[in-house]
């Protein structure tokens, strides 16, 4: 997978540490070794514009990031600065961000979910965790041990882990984010009561979030769904059916995503990107 994303993405450089890149064997154009001296003699000031072969723009690529290709060959969505710089200033106001924050980084750097997590932490000044063992991750109990000795106040997980987190352990939480997949009554009964729980959505193709709901109420019907909320700051979400027209509320159709984070298209798939 890894060589394929650095072939279809013409990546122009890879930046990683000899250990990695020994037991890889990734191959790119031009290779930065984080770990090499020699990057010492590059100046440490900001880039500004005038040293660039271009200026920057908010219309710019910030990243290129993959879809996991269960439907097929992985698609690279290129997404924006705007896109990107829209998600951070709303998240630093949903999650309430501050200098005081104390913000786990859980989701792996492959996924996009981690870029809403440690960018608004940095822009906002708080204090980001990141978690160096690979098996807390994987292991609930080891991750609340993590969370309550750091005295994490805002996290992001998947509701698939939290039940297996004893309770007393997230006490020190003020916010819970869950997203990544649906999210049942039972755990919003289970958390929101403690803290201020939200329930963020997003595709791969929009800058990681469109919509956030919260807080969740904890005496939500058991038998109700969990709500994904509302379009964030500059973001348009409609409801249509197969002929584009809009639906009335109650209705099930296609969701549609408009607004400053919408990525540019799929990398080299002009065709696909015209159809979604």
């Given at each position: 997978r890894l060589s394929f994303m650095l072939?279809?993405?013409?990546?122009?450089?890879?930046?990683?540490?000899?250990?990695?890149?020994?037991?890889?064997?990734?191959?790119?154009?031009?290779?930065?070794?984080?770990?090499?001296?020699?990057?010492?003699?590059?100046?440490?000031?900001?880039?500004?514009?005038?040293?660039?072969?271009?200026?920057?723009?908010?219309?710019?690529?910030?990243?290129?990031?993959?879809?996991?290709?269960?439907?097929?060959?992985?698609?690279?969505?290129?997404?924006?600065h705007q896109g990107a710089g829209n998600l951070v200033g709303e998240l630093?106001?949903?999650?309430?961000?501050?200098?005081?924050?104390?913000?786990?980084?859980?989701?792996?750097?492959?996924?996009?979910?981690?870029?809403?997590?440690?960018?608004?932490?940095?822009?906002?000044?708080?204090?980001?965790y990141l978690i160096d063992d690979a098996a807390v991750r994987t292991d609930p109990r080891a991750l609340g041990r993590f969370i309550a000795e750091h005295r994490i106040t805002l996290a992001t997980l998947p509701p698939v882990i939290l039940p297996e987190i004893p309770i007393e352990d997230l006490a020190c939480l003020q916010t819970l984010v869950v997203a990544g997949e649906a999210c049942s009554p039972a755990l919003v009964k289970r958390h929101a009561k403690h803290c201020n729980m939200l329930n963020g959505y997003g595709p791969t193709e929009a800058s990681v979030c469109v919509t956030i709901a919260g807080p969740l109420d904890p005496q939500m019907?058991?038998?109700?769904?969990?709500p994904i909320g509302r379009p964030i700051q500059n973001t348009q979400i409609y409801i249509l059916d197969g002929s584009l027209n809009p639906l009335p509320v109650g209705l099930a159709g296609e969701l549609y995503i408009a607004g400053a984070g919408l990525a540019r298209g799929y990398l080299g798939r002009a065709g696909l990107t015209a159809e979604r």
């Amino acid at each position: 997978r890894l060589s394929f994303m650095l072939a279809d993405s013409c990546a122009a450089a890879l930046i990683s540490t000899s250990s990695l890149l020994d037991e890889t064997e990734l191959e790119a154009p031009q290779t930065i070794r984080l770990d090499d001296c020699m990057l010492e003699q590059y100046p440490s000031h900001a880039i500004v514009d005038s040293e660039r072969s271009n200026a920057l723009t908010p219309k710019n690529l910030a990243y290129l990031i993959y879809t996991s290709g269960s439907t097929g060959r992985p698609k690279g969505a290129g997404n924006t600065h705007q896109g990107a710089g829209n998600l951070v200033g709303e998240l630093i106001t949903a999650h309430a961000h501050n200098t005081n924050a104390r913000v786990l980084q859980f989701a792996s750097f492959a996924f996009d979910a981690s870029f809403s997590e440690v960018m608004p932490a940095l822009a906002s000044g708080a204090t980001l965790y990141l978690i160096d063992d690979a098996a807390v991750r994987t292991d609930p109990r080891a991750l609340g041990r993590f969370i309550a000795e750091h005295r994490i106040t805002l996290a992001t997980l998947p509701p698939v882990i939290l039940p297996e987190i004893p309770i007393e352990d997230l006490a020190c939480l003020q916010t819970l984010v869950v997203a990544g997949e649906a999210c049942s009554p039972a755990l919003v009964k289970r958390h929101a009561k403690h803290c201020n729980m939200l329930n963020g959505y997003g595709p791969t193709e929009a800058s990681v979030c469109v919509t956030i709901a919260g807080p969740l109420d904890p005496q939500m019907d058991a038998a109700a769904l969990v709500p994904i909320g509302r379009p964030i700051q500059n973001t348009q979400i409609y409801i249509l059916d197969g002929s584009l027209n809009p639906l009335p509320v109650g209705l099930a159709g296609e969701l549609y995503i408009a607004g400053a984070g919408l990525a540019r298209g799929y990398l080299g798939r002009a065709g696909l990107t015209a159809e979604r």
